[in-house]
């Protein structure tokens, strides 16, 4: 049974940072574009960057560019969000999901907050 279990969030300061984790069972995680999203109270849930499985090619949002960056480790089945130079306006629940063709994990979440 597919499972993503999201770790790291939490209250953060603007322009602190925060280290999102995400742990992988139940799949052959190494086959599967890792992302990560985020849905904000009242909004939609968004991509927020993604890593494919192979070669690790990486895109972002525009919103994050430059100050959150998506990595994985096949070897331990994690994929991570460092997130930096947070802003109020990251404040949600960020998922982590896998994806390879049509099928689709999500995790339970976590919440980031960014409150002075």
């Known amino acids: 049974q597919a499972q993503l279990v999201e770790s790291g969030g939490g209250l953060v300061q603007p322009g602190g940072s925060l280290r999102l984790s995400c742990a992988a069972s139940g799949f052959t995680f190494s086959s599967y574009t890792m992302s990560w999203y985020r849905q904000a109270a009242g909004k939609e849930r968004e991509l927020v960057a993604s890593?494919?499985?192979?070669?690790?090619?990486?895109n972002y949002a525009s919103p994050v560019k430059g100050r959150f960056t998506i990595s994985r480790d096949n070897a331990k089945n994690m994929v991570y969000l460092q997130m930096n130079s947070l802003k109020p306006e990251d404040t949600a629940v960020y998922y982590c999901?896998?994806?390879?063709?049509?099928?689709?994990?999500w995790g339970q979440g976590t919440q980031v907050t960014v409150s002075s």
């Open positions: 890593i494919t499985s192979i070669g690790g090619v990486t």
């Open positions: 999901t896998a994806k390879r063709l049509s099928v689709r994990y």
